[in-house]
C-alpha cells in the first residue's frame, strides 16, 4: 500500500499524460478556437473552431547534431497561463491601431525548453524556446499540419526553394505531391469554412519555413533550407548567391533563444482574410527608438516603363536630364519618393556610379526639390560593401535602398535581411526588399523595411504570361493576408486577353485601366510604386490627379466583399476621406455594396470606373462625380479584367 501511495504522489507531481491532457488546453478569447495539447512520445498538439475539428494530433519538436532533442518524450514540469488585451499602434499600417488580444499557455520542460501557444480570436501560433547556455546546431524542427479532412488549398508550389514569385495552384491537399516544396502563405480551406492561412512570424537567426505533403494523406510537414556552407556567384546576370554545398543541418544559432512562430490564422469568410494583423503582431517589438523619420509615400518608378519619356527634348535613359524630370514630376505631383533603379552604378560596385549619371547634381537637385531617392543594390554587392556603401549613401542624403535578388531564405539569407535593416536604421535608410522571402514581421522589428516583394508582380508583363487579373486577385486574399507587397502597379498601357504580347521595352499589362487604378487601394504598399513613366501619367491629368491624392497608409480599412479569384473590394480610410477600390478577374461582373462603414454625413464620390468600351479597348475609363450618403450603396459594373476606385469626400451637404 504505501509503494502504491508512493507511485500515485510521484505521477501527480511529475505528470502523466492521461492528467496532464485534460488541463492542457486553450481558448480563444471568443472561445471558438480550442487548442489541445496531449504530451506522449512527443508533443502534440490539436485544433478545434467552434466545434469542428481542423488538426487531428500533430507533433512539435526539434533535435540537434549533438543528441539534443526538445519536445521528444516530454518531462512535463508545469503550465502558466496569461491573458492579453491591449492596443498595438504601428508607425503606419492599414489601421491607426491594432487591437491584440490572445490567451497564452506557456508549457515548462526539463530539459531548458518550453513552448509557448497562443489563441487569438483570428487565429493560434506556437513556438519553442530554449535556454541553453551553448549553441545550437539545429539539425531539424519538426513542424506538422494533420488536418482532419481533405481540404482545399491555395499554394505556391514548386520542386526548387524560394518560389515567392509563381501562381497559386488550386488543389485538395490529397493531391498534393511528396516532392513539392510549398512556400508561405498557404491558404487551407474547409468546404463552408474556416479559411485558414499557414504561415510563420518573427523569422530571425533561423532559415524560412516550407511545406511539403506528409505521409498522413491530409497531412503536410515542415522542411527547410539546410546552412550553406559554400555558395557562388551565379543566376541572373550574376546577381545570385548560387548554394552550392550546405551541413548537415538548418541552423547554428544561441542556445537561449525563441525560435519562429508558427502561425495559423482564421476566418470565417474570404472576405475576411483581407484584413488579418497576427504576423505583425507576433513579431518582436521595435529596435528603432525614434520613428519620426521614417515616412512611407509613393515612389516615382524608372525600369519599368524604361525610362520612356516622350515629348522632352532630351534622350531619356540613365543620364542627369532624365532623372530631373522624374524629380520635378515628384515634386509637383506629391510623391515623396524617386526610386533609380538597375543601371544608376556598377551592379558590383555601389561606389562607382554610371558615368552618364552625375549623381551628385542629381541628389543635390533632389534634395532642392524636397523629393527623397531611393538606390537599387544587387544583395550581395551590398553585403559584401555594406559599411562604405551605406555610409556614402548617408553623406549623399540618400532616403533609401531597394535591395534585389536574395531568392533564399536559408539562416545566412536571413540573417542578411536583419543586419541590412539594422545597419540602414542606424543612418536613417528606408529598405525595400526585392527578390524576397515572404514577410513575418520583420517590418514591426525595423520599421524603416518600408515595404517588400515576395509576389509575381507587375515586372512580369515585361516578360512572362504568368501575370494576369486572376492572379492579382487572388494574391489580396493569402500574400497580402502577411503584410504588405510592392506589386509596383500602374502600367496604363493596357491590353485585352487576345492582344497582350510582351513587349520589354515598352510593356502592356492585361485588364483595364481601371484595374490598374484600382490596386493603389485594393494593394497595402505604405512604399507604392507608379510603375509608369511620367509622361504617361501627365497624359492623364485625371489620373494624375488621383494619384497625387491617393494615400499608402491608412487609419482604418474595411474589407467589403470579394472570392478569391474572381474579385475583391476594399475601403480604406486615411482622415475623413475613404477610398474604395475594385478589382476584377476576366469575367466581366456587377458588383454592389453598401455603404455602412462610412460615418454619418454626405460624401462627394469621385468614381475611376471602367468605360462601356473597355471590354475591347481597355484603356478606356470613365470619371463620374456623384453624392453618396453614409448608409447608402454602391452599384459599379466592372469589364472583363475591369476595376474602379472611388474617392469619397466627406461634404457639409
Known amino acids: 500500500m504505501k509503494n502504491l501511495l508512493l507511485a500515485w504522489i510521484i505521477l501527480t507531481i511529475f505528470g502523466s499524460t492521461s492528467i496532464f491532457a485534460q488541463d492542457l488546453t486553450l481558448s480563444s478569447p471568443d472561445g471558438n478556437i480550442l487548442l489541445t495539447v496531449a504530451l506522449k512520445d512527443k508533443i502534440y498538439y490539436s485544433l478545434a473552431y467552434k466545434g469542428k475539428e481542423i488538426l487531428s494530433q500533430s507533433p512539435i519538436s526539434m533535435i540537434t547534431t549533438d543528441g539534443m532533442e526538445f519536445g521528444i518524450e516530454p518531462r512535463f514540469r508545469r503550465k502558466l497561463t496569461s491573458t492579453v488585451n491591449r492596443i498595438v499602434t504601428p508607425p503606419f499600417g492599414e489601421a491607426q491601431n491594432y487591437p491584440e488580444q490572445y490567451n497564452e499557455m506557456n508549457l515548462l520542460f526539463r530539459g531548458n525548453y518550453n513552448v509557448v501557444f497562443r489563441a487569438y480570436d483570428d487565429g493560434m501560433a506556437y513556438r519553442i524556446v530554449t535556454s541553453s547556455r551553448k549553441s545550437l546546431k539545429v539539425k531539424q524542427e519538426e513542424v506538422a499540419y494533420n488536418f482532419a479532412d481533405n481540404f482545399d488549398t491555395h499554394a505556391l508550389i514548386s520542386e526548387n526553394w524560394h518560389n515567392y514569385e509563381d501562381n497559386y495552384k488550386n488543389q485538395k491537399l490529397s493531391d498534393l505531391q511528396e516532392v513539392e516544396k510549398i512556400s508561405l502563405p498557404m491558404l487551407v480551406s474547409a468546404e463552408n469554412g474556416p479559411f485558414m492561412i499557414i504561415s510563420e512570424a518573427d523569422l530571425l537567426d533561423y532559415p524560412g519555413l516550407y511545406l511539403t505533403k506528409s505521409a498522413n494523406n491530409n497531412g503536410l510537414q515542415g522542411v527547410f533550407p539546410a546552412l550553406p556552407t559554400q555558395t557562388e556567384v551565379g543566376g541572373h546576370r550574376n546577381f545570385n548567391l548560387l548554394v552550392q554545398e550546405t551541413a548537415d543541418y538548418i541552423a547554428e544559432t544561441g542556445g537561449d533563444r525563441n525560435f519562429p512562430w508558427r502561425v495559423i490564422s482564421f476566418s470565417d469568410s474570404e472576405t475576411e482574410l483581407l484584413e ?36 522632352v527634348d532630351f534622350k531619356s535613359g540613365y543620364n542627369t536630364e532624365s532623372f530631373k524630370y522624374f524629380i520635378d514630376f515628384a515634386a509637383a505631383n506629391d510623391i515623396k519618393y524617386v526610386n533609380l533603379d538597375d543601371g544608376w552604378s556598377d551592379q558590383f560596385d555601389l561606389l562607382k556610379p554610371n558615368d552618364q549619371l552625375d549623381i551628385q547634381e542629381v541628389v543635390r537637385y533632389a534634395r532642392e526639390k524636397n523629393v527623397g531617392l531611393f538606390l537599387w543594390c544587387v544583395w550581395h554587392t551590398l553585403d559584401r560593401q555594406m559599411q562604405e ?85 487572388t494574391i489580396p486574399f493569402i500574400r497580402m493576408h502577411v503584410g504588405p507587397m510592392d506589386f509596383t502597379p500602374g502600367g496604363m498601357s493596357n491590353s485585352t486577353a487576345d492582344n497582350f504580347h510582351i513587349n520589354f521595352t515598352s510593356p502592356l499589362t492585361r485588364g483595364t485601366r481601371g484595374h490598374q487604378l484600382g490596386m493603389f487601394v485594393v494593394y497595402f504598399a505604405p512604399l507604392q510604386m507608379l510603375a509608369d513613366a511620367p509622361t504617361a501619367y501627365e497624359a492623364e491629368p485625371e489620373i494624375l490627379e488621383f494619384l497625387s491624392k491617393v494615400p499608402t497608409v491608412w487609419d482604418e480599412t474595411v474589407p467589403v466583399t470579394g472570392k478569391i479569384g474572381d474579385y475583391v473590394v476594399i475601403a480604406r480610410r486615411k482622415g475623413e476621406d475613404w477610398f474604395i477600390g475594385g478589382l476584377s478577374d476576366w469575367e466581366a461582373r456587377n458588383v454592389e455594396f453598401d455603404l455602412d462603414f462610412l460615418e454619418d454625413g454626405n460624401y462627394a464620390a469621385r468614381i475611376f470606373k471602367d468605360g462601356l468600351n473597355a471590354d475591347k479597348n481597355p484603356e478606356d475609363f470613365k470619371v463620374e462625380d456623384k453624392k453618396v450618403t453614409a448608409g447608402g450603396k454602391m452599384n459599379i459594373d466592372m469589364a472583363p479584367g475591369g476595376g474602379f476606385v472611388i474617392q469619397l469626400t466627406k461634404t457639409e451637404s
Open 389 to 473: 556603401a551605406l555610409d556614402q549613401f548617408q553623406e549623399w542624403g540618400i532616403a533609401g535602398i531597394k535591395v534585389d535578388f536574395m531568392d533564399r531564405d536559408d539562416q545566412l539569407a536571413v540573417n542578411f535581411y536583419e543586419r541590412t535593416c539594422r545597419e540602414a536604421a542606424k543612418r536613417n535608410i528606408l529598405v525595400n526588399f526585392h527578390g524576397a522571402y515572404k514577410p513575418t514581421g520583420l517590418r514591426r522589428t525595423y520599421p524603416n523595411l518600408i515595404n517588400r516583394e515576395s509576389v509575381l508582380g507587375l515586372e512580369y508583363y515585361k516578360f512572362s504570361d504568368k501575370a494576369n487579373p486572376e492572379h492579382e486577385v
Open 276 to 311: 488579418n494583423h497576427l504576423i505583425y503582431l507576433l513579431a518582436s517589438e521595435s529596435t528603432i527608438e525614434d520613428e519620426s523619420w521614417i515616412q512611407p509615400g509613393k515612389v516615382a518608378w524608372d525600369w519599368w516603363n524604361d525610362i520612356n519619356l516622350t515629348g
